[in-house]
């Protein structure tokens, strides 16, 4: 989901996932990420309402890194019985081409 999407699900995110203790792995786009001209205010809120909720999140940068990153996030969002968080950078989904570029 985008940034703007996790927003709107910060309340059954709380009521169910955190009351519960449900593990779930969240990949957020991080639009608005430092370099992301786009959605800036989106970006500047993502992690402190992470922090505000009280769960762990990481940034994926390189793709590279993707399989083992995820695979880590899972193993911990299971252990702790809570929702972990990995935010995505343009750079690991793929930028598309600035228009008239192609």
């Known amino acids: 989901m985008q940034n703007g999407g996790f927003f709107n ?15 779930l792995l969240l990949m957020i ?10 959605f800036s205010t989106s ?3 993502t992690e402190p309402v992470l922090n505000a909720m009280g769960i762990r999140f990481y940034t994926l940068r390189e793709l590279a890194q993707a399989k083992e990153v995820i695979q880590r996030a ?6 702790s ?6 935010l995505l950078t343009k750079e690991v989904l793929g930028r598309r081409p600035a228009a008239g570029a192609i």
């Open 9 to 23: 699900s910060n309340n059954a995110i709380v009521s169910t996932l955190l009351q519960y203790q449900i593990p």
């Open 29 to 38: 786009y991080y639009a608005g990420d430092i370099g992301d001209r786009t």
């Open 43 to 45: 970006g500047g809120m």
């Open 74 to 79: 899972q193993v911990l969002a299971e252990d």
């Open 81 to 86: 019985k809570r929702p972990v968080a990995l």
